[in-house]
């Protein structure tokens, strides 16, 4: 109605991912861009191998620092389930960028529920979806904890057309992470933004 | 050019005491307020620490501020009922050095027991109020909020709430300003509330809420501490909202640039002169605010008619589609899902020390568990169950001891045990097991001691060493403290909480005594950073534990220990990536076909 001048991004994974780290980042580009930037994250009991969500609205003056249904442009899953869970928050026509990446949670650990069945073609059908293995990505460049950087880097190349294709990415990830893992992460980057 | 910071509310509220020349701070770590001092701890020139409760650290700020500097007190909503005490008297002794409370409520129960709405509290004790809209205001009404201190000789609440402690906004970066301390000045009618100077001081204080209301009505909104937007109208005639902190950036995003805004900065006291100006210039009026009809109350009662709880919830946080949806009645369009998710609820770490001891207690029948406010209450959860209540921080102990003597009445029978954190117990344990003891109830006391403040994140306290400045610090030594307490020596059982057969063992003595028992569960944190004295300790090796699926024969019995490293499905498996050893499913293994890898 009167967000117009507000876009917005959902990423969703399981407490442990790197999330946040990814939102972070991603959240300093918008920055460097330009725009007004709000990023609103919970904290907290969910971190406990709970859902989690972080939620960036980016534009001319943002107001709402968390997203309403039907708004986000793109979603990003670290998890599968987490994707189909969200879904309601993608815009009609939004992109979103899934990783092939199952965490069971606890009713499905003990048996009491199935992980569901079909996801991706779910997604695929609903949605502008774009399916990538992060893990196997970011386990090739050395490190299965990369995932989150892959996922990133998908997530820029997806919003490009919102400027931030000419962001100085490698600065803002230098900020962030620790130098030892700086090559790593600038390669996963990459590897994501061309998947 | 001035620096940009991409900030949260918390990160922006240590900025803003921090250039407000802010000396001393105490803190006890809740969800959503615990980052406040954490990041004041990384700024020179300011002395932060954490308190054992949140009672004290107002005690303290309100000592530092009377010896004349200004001073910070931070905590989460259910905080300030423990520190209510000094809150409602320092509200008559005013202050020295400037003076702010900072207390962040948490609508929707993201990570707490409650939503009560702090709001009350600055009505009740006559305390002047601040609730900024986003991370630039948490950091300029942090820095007006010392000066008001000042200025009105008050203590001044800022309200929070989860969205503006845990979002980033775009926040400017200041210089510090030094401020030179007062020097003590002995003043017994100010300082001692004895009946005779709280009678004065009460009157006083009618005074100084004359001036703030003043404050309120007029200079904040010329100042811009309010903000005022006035729009020409739509159609559907002049609409204008009143609403304070983060329900103002919702009702923004419903009403766009059609309404008017009042947006209060000030809400205690309430502005109402400014509100029925403001009212008097639009055809519907409506109070936007979060959790309870604090401000429509109010308004109402000053004979200003406006629409707010009719239309909007007051139960739960508020967003744009849930104002939009109550005003407009409009649904936004989705993409709804044809497959329907399974819940992730949070649960024990794989590796947590507490599950073995929740394992050997969820075996037990006929027992009364007594939980408490820590990541353990998730101990609750099935398949280990191992918890029957959680009412408040300490209240495990205490509500043990009344459990404990109505089945001693009765003569009900069951076994009560209390289980409480290490944090906690300091918190406000210790009074209720001087109780136990004192009283004589035949609970066991099970004190979780993990070695760190663990569910809001690893922070240090009086039992860990370290001080938050990362200081060393004497160590508590709990043993020590629960015989000075009256605990029979006897009847305390210093256990490894993943080892079962110390598990049922340490519940089988406590239980046989009959008389108030202490266990002590003594094992770090699976997500602490190991000090020295912890590899000394507990040692540093890390393992996974291999299940050999021909011994396998699928009973599942390694599932009821809750675990998420092992996975049900056909087969059952443990995940490596998450596995650390414990053992705990191993133990419970009748088939032997778990272990330890490379042992």
Known sequence: MNEKNAKAILLVGVGGQGTILASKILSEGFVSAGYDVKMSEIHGMSQRGGSVSTQIRFGTDVHSPIIGEGEAGVIVAFEKMEALRWLEYLRPGGRIIVNDYEIPSVPILLGAAKYPAGILAELSAKADALVIDAARIAEELGNARAMNIVLLGAAVRAMQSDGLADIDWRAIIEKNVKPAFLELNLRAFDAGFSA | ?599
């Open chain 2, 1 to 599: 050019m001035t620096e940009k910071l991409l900030l949260t509310g918390n990160e922006a509220v240590a900025l803003g005491a921090w250039e407000a020349g802010l000396v001393f701070a105490s803190a006890y770590p809740g969800t959503p307020s615990t980052e406040i001092l954490e990041n004041l701890a990384g700024y020179g020139g300011v002395y932060s620490e954490w308190a054992p409760n949140e009672k004290v650290a107002v005690e303290a700020a309100a000592g530092a501020s009377m010896a004349g500097v200004r001073s910070l007190a931070t905590m989460k909503h259910v905080g300030l009922n423990v520190a209510a005490d000094p809150l409602f008297t320092f509200s008559y002794t005013g202050v020295t050095g400037g003076c702010v409370i900072v207390v962040a409520d948490d609508p929707g129960m993201h990570s707490s027991q409650n939503e009560q709405d702090n709001r009350h509290y600055a009505r009740a004790a006559k305390l002047l109020m601040l609730e900024p809209s986003d991370s630039q205001e948490a950091k300029e009404f942090t820095k007006l909020a010392f000066e008001l201190s000042e200025r009105f000789d008050t203590p001044v609440l800022l309200r929070l709430t989860t969205r503006i402690c845990h979002s980033k906004g775009i926040v400017t970066r200041g210089e510090r300003g030094e401020v030179a301390p007062l020097p003590y000045a002995k003043n017994i009618e100010k300082f001692v509330m004895t009946p005779a100077n709280a009678r004065v001081r009460r009157v006083d204080m009618a005074g100084r809420e004359k001036g703030e209301l003043h404050y309120a009505n007029r200079e904040a909104a010329a100042s811009g501490v309010h903000t005022v937007i006035r729009a020409a109208g739509g159609e559907s005639g002049k609409i204008g909202v009143v609403s304070a902190g983060v329900a103002y950036q919702y009702a923004r995003d419903v009403f766009g640039d059609t309404a008017s805004y009042l947006k209060l900065g000030v809400t205690y006291p309430m502005p109402l002169e400014l509100i029925r100006e403001f009212a008097a210039d639009v055809d519907t009026l409506y109070v936007i605010e979060e959790l309870d009809p604090y401000m429509e109350t109010q308004i109402r009662a000053a004979g200003i008619a406006c629409t707010g709880k009719s239309v909007i919830p007051e139960i739960g946080e508020l967003n744009s589609d849930i104002v939009r949806r109550a005003v407009f009645g409009t649904e936004p369009e989705t993409v709804k899902p044809s497959i329907a998710s399974v819940p992730r609820p949070p649960s024990l770490c794989a590796g947590c020390p507490h599950r073995g001891f929740f394992y050997g207690l969820s075996k037990r029948k006929d027992v009364i568990i007594t939980g408490d406010i820590g990541c353990y209450t998730l101990g609750s959860a099935p398949p280990l169950s191992a918890i029957d209540s959680c009412l408040c921080m300490g209240g495990s102990v205490s509500m043990g001891h009344g459990a404990a003597k109505a089945v001693a009445l009765t003569g009900s029978g069951e076994k009560v045990v209390a289980v409480i954190g290490d944090s906690t117990f300091f918190h406000s344990g210790v009074t209720s097991l001087m109780n136990v003891a004192y009283n004589g109830s035949n609970v066991v006391t099970v004190i979780m001691d993990n070695r760190i403040t663990a569910m809001t994140g690893q922070q240090q306290n009086p039992g860990t060493g370290s001080t938050l400045m990362g200081g060393e610090a004497p160590l508590v030594d709990i043993p020590a403290l629960v015989v000075s307490l009256g605990i029979k020596q006897e009847n305390i059982h210093i256990i490894n909480p993943l080892m079962l057969g110390e598990v049922n063992a340490a519940l089988d003595a406590a239980f046989a005594a009959n008389e108030p028992a202490v266990i002590i569960t003594r094992w770090p944190c699976v997500l602490k950073s190991y000090s020295a004295a912890d590899t000394a300790e507990f040692g540093a090796a890390r393992s996974v534990c291999v299940i050999d699926q021909e011994k396998c024969t699928r009973c599942r019995l390694c599932t009821k220990t809750g675990c998420p490293a092992i996975v049900s499905s056909d087969a059952v498996e443990i995940l490596g990536a998450s596995c650390t050893g414990c053992t705990v499913c191993m133990q419970v293994c009748a088939f032997g076909a778990i272990t330890l890898e490379g042992r």
